[in-house]
């Protein structure tokens, strides 16, 4: 009985390897992709009060294009607005101007075929419009943070 078990035993411990690497070599046969169509790395962003640039990292597999909301933002551009989705991963750089007002924001709008992903911009402003409990247009006080 005891040399049937180390019999089982020294079989198992020579096909075992062999199984194993088997496996990791079947495993190694198709390079891996991402299945996602459309996905971005955040849905919001802080944008300082001072001008300057944000990168914005998404991924497609499909040709996409961008559009702001609002499409009049003039304090907002983008450095392109379409492409073709063979890229690892697609950056974007919005360029935006000072904030001497009060708090604003902008949304991308990422569409890639029939999928859409928004990511929001959101810029303080140096000044806050409601201050001191104000409640109405009549008590609206203006003052720098």
Request: hydrophobic share 40%; charged share 25%; net charge negative.
């Amino acid at each position: 009985m005891m040399n049937m078990k180390n019999m089982v035993s020294k079989i198992i411990m020579k096909v075992l390897p062999f199984c194993a690497l088997l496996l990791a070599l079947g495993a190694c046969s198709k390079p891996f992709s991402l299945d996602l169509p459309l996905a971005v790395d955040s849905h919001s962003y802080n944008l300082a009060v001072a001008s300057g640039e944000a990168r914005i990292f998404f991924y497609t597999t499909k040709p996409w294009e961008v559009t702001l909301e609002p499409a009049d933002c003039a304090w907002a551009t983008l450095n392109r607005t379409s492409g073709d989705g063979t890229e690892d991963v697609e950056e974007l750089i919005l360029k935006y101007d000072e904030n001497n007002q009060p708090d604003r924001q902008v949304i991308l709008v990422i569409s890639a075929g029939d999928l859409q992903e928004k990511i929001t911009m959101f810029q303080k402003g140096i000044y806050r419009e409601w201050w001191n409990g104000s409640t109405t247009v009549d008590d609206l006080e203006i003052k720098p943070l």
